[in-house]
């Protein structure tokens, strides 16, 4: 099993629907991240969490809202739908080294692949 | 903001020929990630350069890190069909310890 998971891998919605992609890992790492691939342009950041409590917005956080339920799962959510935000969505963890201030390696999910109409 | 910029953007090349890759910007980086990205999968941690300067190998694989830390590069010789997907550099720097991908290299090496 992957240690990164996220569902649904595809979801194809139409335009003012509300939109859940669910991230869980089994690495045991503090925090997560939700991106956002485009066609060239790279992977963008949504939202970061760095423990249950925190929640951080990232460069593209409009439009979208997250939850920590627990250290394990981190999850997505678009309140209404827009074509626009048709794209692939990654999920993303990484630990966090006591006395190092570091990003360290993000270990990715296999993605979750929007489409809204 | 900090940006990163890759370098080309698509390369398609033949089996056993040599490349590089760049991953330039205008700010000081902390350290360089270097990711590989294949079709359906996301993201996989290739290496990290941290050091000014400081070259890695792996394999077929050369990094470099710029001594100024605002550059990086990677080189594959005598690439194979395996090597193709989607090379992502991502530099950590400012603060909260994030980091800033840059847009992607596409590369393609037919047999």
């Known amino acids: 099993d992957a240690d990164v998971t996220q569902t649904p891998r595809n979801r194809i919605t139409k335009t003012g629907k509300r939109i859940m992609l669910e991230c869980s890992q089994t690495k045991g790492h503090d925090r997560m991240y939700w991106y956002r691939q485009d066609p060239g342009l790279g992977l963008r950041l949504i939202y970061y969490?760095?423990?249950?409590?925190?929640?951080n917005k990232g460069e593209i956080s409009d439009g979208y809202s997250v939850s920590r339920q627990a250290q394990a799962k981190f999850s997505l959510s678009l309140e209404s739908a827009i074509p626009n935000q048709t794209a692939l969505y990654f999920c993303?963890?990484?630990?966090?080294?006591?006395?190092?201030?570091?990003?360290?390696?993000?270990?990715f999910g296999e993605g979750s692949r929007l489409t809204v109409l | 903001t900090q940006l990163l910029e890759q370098s080309p953007q698509f390369l398609s090349i033949q089996e056993g020929e040599n490349l590089t890759v760049y991953c330039n910007s205008s700010s000081v980086f902390s350290s360089l990630q270097w990711y590989r990205q294949e079709p359906g999968e996301g993201p996989v941690l290739l290496v990290t350069v941290v050091t000014g300067g400081e070259v890695k190998k792996l394999k077929r694989l050369t990094f470099q890190f710029g001594d100024a830390r605002k550059d990086s590069s990677l080189h594959i010789t005598a690439a194979q069909p395996g090597d193709t997907g989607l090379y992502l550099c991502a530099g950590e720097g400012g603060s909260n310890y994030k980091l800033t991908f840059g847009k992607g290299t596409l590369l393609t090496v037919n047999p």
């Open positions: 969490s760095f423990d249950v409590k925190d929640i």
């Open positions: 993303a963890t990484s630990d966090s080294f006591a006395g190092v201030d570091r990003a360290g390696e993000l270990f």
